[in-house]
């Protein structure tokens, strides 16, 4: 497993054992939102402010790639979806884990919605990822969320320890879920799962603070770190967002610390 465990080093920090990932694959869901519209600049201020990985779609990988400054990890996303499409939950696979290595992953991620009207093949196309990665030595992520009929309330603290467990059941290394509000509801989900925990960093959020103290409540609880893209990318010191969450979920710095970084 040493293959894993290395490449599992190039997105997770060896000392801390955390990790700041940015995800930037919103253009497929999407379109071209604000933040995401010069792939290489934008990635730049990401690197620039100490995120771990970035994690975009094989189309994008050229396209984001600066040939110059820091390195930073590389999650390819396989999963596909978008707001156009007739059910907005079902994600379908784009991309394969060959593809991606070819394409100098150092992982790669899939999402999953469970409770969608094809949460079956979601689950289906998971063990197969799954097992190809086990082949190939290459860490996956997974984002795992409960949205559908079925669903009232995907923050739920049950619905997000069964999409954590789930994630970590069917073979995932890093787990992604959204933050369920508390610190000891948080520390139920992380304690179900056997994996890293990451939380998702959701729509853009009111206040800066908002977003610290999220991140505050669940590195409290237990979590790996953080998935945070729009709250991030689109930020009006995006370089500047990234540095102080990076310290906060490296370095433990307080949300004072961390809004005071940014204000500096």
């Known amino acids: 497993m ?6 599992l080093e190039r997105i997770i920090d ?3 054992g955390k990790t700041v ?3 930037m694959d919103h253009g497929v869901t999407v379109g071209p939102i604000e933040g995401l519209t010069d792939m290489r600049a934008a990635i730049s201020k990401m690197v620039a402010g100490g995120a771990n990985a970035i994690l975009m779609h094989k189309g994008m990988v050229r396209a984001g790639h600066r040939g110059s400054g820091h390195d930073v990890g590389l999650i390819v996303h396989l999963s596909a979806g978008t707001t156009l499409s007739p059910d907005p939950n ?5 991309c394969t884990v060959e593809e991606a290595i070819k394409l100098g992953a150092d992982a790669v991620s899939i999402h999953i919605n469970l409770g969608a009207e094809t949460d079956n093949e979601m689950l289906r196309q998971f063990g ?3 097992e190809r990665c086990a082949e190939w030595q290459i860490p996956l992520v997974a984002m795992v969320y409960t949205r559908g009929p079925k669903i009232n309330d995907e923050y739920n603290a049950n619905n997000v320890k069964h999409a954590a467990r789930v994630g970590a059941e069917l073979g995932a290394d890093i787990v992604k879920v959204p933050y369920t509000g508390s610190v000891d509801t948080f520390a139920r989900v992380v304690e179900g799962c056997p994996v890293p925990v990451v939380i ?3 729509p853009k959020m009111g206040s ?3 977003i610290f103290r999220m991140v505050e409540g669940a590195l409290a609880a237990g979590a790996a770190g953080v998935s945070i893209g729009r709250n991030a990318f689109q930020h009006k010191t995006p370089d500047k ?5 990076s310290k906060m979920v490296h370095e433990k710095a307080s949300v004072q610390a961390a809004m005071e970084l940014l204000r500096g």
């Not at 079902?90 to 784009?94: A, D, I």
């Not at 967002?241 to 969450?245: D, G, H, I, N, S």
């Open 208 to 210: 800066d603070e908002e």
């Open 128 to 130: 197969h990822v799954s």
């Open 14 to 16: 060896r000392n801390s």
């Open 90 to 94: 079902t994600k379908e696979l784009v």
């Open 2 to 7: 040493i293959g894993k465990a290395i490449r």
């Open 241 to 245: 967002m990234v540095q102080a969450l």
């Open 200 to 202: 998702a960093g959701g």
């Open 21 to 23: 990932i940015i995800p």
